[in-house]
């Protein structure tokens, strides 16, 4: 099987989701939540 012609069908793709998807939902959102809630707190002054 030649893995370059099988390389971005609709299973691999569906399996790579969930690791693409968890860092960003685990650590990028909160990250930047973290962050506009410092900005809109240091500007309340």
């Known amino acids: 099987m030649d ?3 099988a ?3 609709g ?3 569906a399996a ?5 998807f968890v860092p960003i939902v685990g ?3 909160p990250a930047v939540f973290i962050v506009l809630v410092g900005r809109v707190i240091t500007a309340a002054e």
């Open 3 to 5: 893995l370059l012609a």
């Open 7 to 9: 390389a971005m069908t």
């Open 11 to 13: 299973d691999f793709a």
């Open 16 to 20: 790579w989701l969930p690791v693409i």
């Open 27 to 29: 650590i990028a959102f």
